[in-house]
């Protein structure tokens, strides 16, 4: 691979809280402006190297005023967040020197506190118009910031999915159930507008919106599309959270002036560039970053840095498979969100084994990755299940089950990361009417299925995620039994290495026949 040397850029500020402009040397010549930018990373944190590599060439050639920015979902998805809470991402993207970051749902995995306190080492301008403290009149980060390019000027304004109060709702609610932060709901078009006018108010030229909404409607919130169709006076939108691979759609503001809008995909599949020409011309592109030659010294040393301490827990053998344990379908897809898959039923045989409970369940969410073929790691486990999930064992009616299975089942056919996955149950959704039938428990005495008792009482095996929102907080009343400091991805590991000897056995090469989709 062609490498370039270390070019150092300057680095403005640690965090940026004020509205401040920050400055870079003006020659007097009028360039373009390139923004390359990233959303939904996921801990791949291999492309960080060669975004910073391709901001150092774009600078060496001094053809363009460069900026780089982070439209969110970085902290979480991987070994390299799982097993440090975001520091080992920190420590690799505090050397990429960004112009402006702004948060993804998955900065709240561990909780406001830690987010807040990774914030403060990113390097770069932390900016989002919607995160309130609840009750605040103040955001708790800047709305914009405001960077010159030569003559001209660009304002990044950041804004995050409400969605977020719903997946990570424990990040938004105390223990007792009290609200402590705002995403608010209601507001985003409103606050957005307002951080866009009080930018041009201050000189921005050019006003970019480092977006994570995402391209599919949410259950609470707003699209990038629908941010454009109700605001005036952006100039382009770079989105994430729905993984969209978006070179540029084009959508029509409030005055019915065309706003760009661009999304990368995930896991650095690409790199977004969006061009402002020397004449005021916006145009959005996307490199596939395999096609980006460059490398930055700095960014690869603290890359190597962060593989080297993952591998010291991450390479030990676990367990060996013949097949694959499947979260996506062939083509990509999340089948984990949308139906059985054999890994949703070996993890949770593993958390209703550890528990010793006669129900096992996990939202289809919680998983990150599958697992391939050969020897398994306690890395690919990580990879797989990578949140700090606590294991928890609760008592709920089978009423209570019946809810929380068509409340989590009645997005379907589209992909739901509440999508229960479980192991001791069995059930039938019918797409068309929302409703689950058949639903039933094994009986480990007898060795059969009995029909689920809606006045009967269940041990439910899960996470605590289940506690802190998860499920639509369909089960928040159930009755807490056990709540453990072990983790849902070391009860796989134990499972796998300890109770299946470390084999994983036939009987998993397929779905199980626990959950049957009907399309009535």
Not at 150 to 163: I, L
Not at 258 to 282: C, E, M, R, W, Y
Not at 388 to 415: N, V, W, Y
């Amino acid at each position: 691979m062609k490498r370039i040397c270390c070019l150092l850029l300057p680095v403005f500020s640690l965090l940026l809280l004020g509205c401040e402009r920050e400055d870079l040397p003006d020659t007097g010549s009028e360039k373009s402006i390139v923004i390359l930018s990233e959303n939904d990373v996921h801990c791949s944190i291999d492309g960080y190297t060669r975004l910073a590599g391709l901001s150092d060439a774009i600078t060496a050639s001094d053809t363009a005023w460069v900026a780089t920015v982070s439209c969110g979902d970085y902290l979480q998805g991987g070994n390299a967040g799982a097993l440090s809470r975001g520091q080992y991402i920190v420590d690799v993207m505090k050397e990429v020197h960004f112009d402006a970051v702004t948060l993804g749902n998955h900065e709240f995995d561990y909780g406001m506190e830690r987010m807040q306190e990774l914030m403060t080492q990113i390097g770069a301008p932390v900016v989002n118009a919607n995160l309130y403290k609840y009750g605040s009149s103040e955001p708790c980060f800047s709305s914009y910031t405001i960077r010159n390019y030569g003559s001209r000027s660009v304002a990044f304004v950041g804004v995050t999915t409400p969605e977020s109060m719903i997946g990570e709702r424990y990040s938004f609610y105390d223990n007792d159930g009290s609200q402590t932060y705002d995403l608010r709901t209601d507001d985003v078009c409103s606050l957005v507008q307002a951080a866009v006018d009080e930018a041009r108010g201050k000189g921005a030229d050019y006003v970019v919106i480092l977006a994570h909404l995402g391209e599919e409607k949410p259950a609470l919130g707003i699209t990038s599309h629908e941010l454009i169709a109700a605001t005036r006076g952006i100039d382009a939108v770079l989105d994430g959270h729905s993984h969209s691979v978006i070179p540029g759609d084009i959508v029509k503001n409030l005055d019915g002036k065309p706003v760009p809008v661009s999304q990368t995909g995930t896991q650095f599949a690409n790199v977004g560039k969006l061009v402002i020409s020397a004449d005021g011309h916006i145009s959005t592109s996307l490199i596939p970053i395999e096609d980006i030659p460059y490398e930055r010294a700095s960014v690869s040393v603290a890359i190597e840095k962060v593989h080297q301490a993952l591998d010291q827990v991450t390479a030990r053998q676990v367990a060996h498979s013949d097949f694959d344990l499947v979260m996506r379908d062939a083509d990509g897809n999340r089948l984990i969100r949308r139906a059985e898959t054999n890994l949703g039923d070996l993890l949770t045989d593993a958390v209703r084994h550890q528990m010793q409970a006669q129900i096992g369940l996990f939202n289809g969410g919680g998983f990150r990755s599958g697992i391939s073929a050969g020897t398994i790691t306690y890395g690919d486990i990580t990879n797989a299940q990578p949140f700090d999930d606590h294991l928890s064992k609760f008592e709920a009616s089978g009423a209570q089950i019946l809810a929380m299975l068509e409340r989590c089942t009645s997005s379907l056919p589209a992909e739901e990361g509440q999508f229960p996955q479980v192991s001791g149950l069995r059930y039938t959704i019918h797409q068309q009417s929302d409703t689950v039938s058949d639903v039933a428990v094994f009986e480990e005495v007898s060795g059969n299925w009995i029909p689920l008792d809606p006045t009967g009482h269940y041990t439910i095996a899960s996470s605590d995620y289940y506690a802190r929102g998860g499920f639509y907080e369909t089960l928040k009343d159930a009755k807490q039994l056990i709540y453990s400091t072990g983790l849902v991805r070391d009860a796989l590991s134990d499972y796998l290495e300890t109770t299946l000897g470390g084999v994983v056995p036939a009987i998993y090469a397929q779905p199980q026949g626990r959950i049957t989709v009907l399309d009535d």
